[in-house]
């Protein structure tokens, strides 16, 4: 009978203290102002995944989808990058995502809200919520997707199309690196040049993958 009762109980997940942490933060920048992107966007999107991971990868900001969702890397570049990362062998579950800023900043054309990059002043205004978001996972790896989270953590002189796939210590991580952000291959001007660079896309995430535990890989079918 009291066997029954245990079996009958729904197993309760353990909530560790990174979970915690990410939690209590992610509601803290619900409430930021401290730049004027907020004004534009529908409401802030944090970061979310594993808080225990061991690689964190930084975008640039929200998309229109993700604005309205409220979740990172839910649009047709996050769909495109969870493809990515399968084929790459990293497992989706065992990562964490999150952008450079926190908000979508956008210019209104007509009805449509276009995306508009992040000045340097919003990126430094935004790098607190990115920092507290480092200092509590502390990955192994960090992976800048992107010239603006590359530039923002690597130095304004980093250039992605010559510098990504290489590793570079950093007081951030023990290992950083960068690639191209999934949205610059949706805009790829033809199948075959999107093809292309989605092979490169998933050759850097597979380079990232030999540096990771096997926790962090995808079980094999
Ligand atoms: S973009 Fe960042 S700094 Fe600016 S209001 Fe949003 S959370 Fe705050």
Redesign the pocket.
């Known amino acids: 009978m009291m066997a029954q009762k245990i079996r009958g109980k729904r197993a309760r997940r353990v909530v560790s203290d990174a979970e915690k942490a990410i939690g209590k933060v992610a509601r803290a ?1 619900m409430e ?4 004027d ?2 004004a534009r966007a529908t409401q ?1 999107v944090f970061g979310e995944g594993n808080a225990n991971a061991d690689v964190m990868f930084v975008g640039e900001q929200p998309g229109n989808k993700e604005d309205v969702i409220g979740r990172p890397f839910v649009g047709p570049a996050g769909q495109l990058f969870d493809r990515a990362l399968d084929e790459a062998g990293i497992d989706r579950k065992q990562v964490y995502v999150t952008n450079a ?3 979508f900043n956008s210019t209104q054309r007509g009805k449509l809200r276009i995306h508009k990059k992040p000045n340097a002043t ?1 990126i430094a ?2 790098r607190q ?1 990115l920092d507290r978001e480092i200092s509590i996972i502390r990955p192994k790896i960090i992976v800048c997707l992107g010239a603006t989270a590359a530039q923002a953590l690597l130095g304004a002189k980093f250039k992605v199309t010559e510098q990504r796939g290489k590793f570079f210590e950093s007081p951030l991580a023990p290992l950083v690196t960068a690639t191209v952000h999934p949205s610059s291959i949706l805009r790829a001007g033809d199948q075959n040049s999107r093809q292309e660079q989605k092979r490169q896309f998933v050759e850097d995430l597979k380079k990232i993958a030999h540096h990771l535990p096997a926790s962090s890989k995808r079980r094999k079918a």
């Open positions: 920048a930021c102002r401290d730049c992107i907020w802030t800023v926190k908000h919003e205004a935004c919520w």
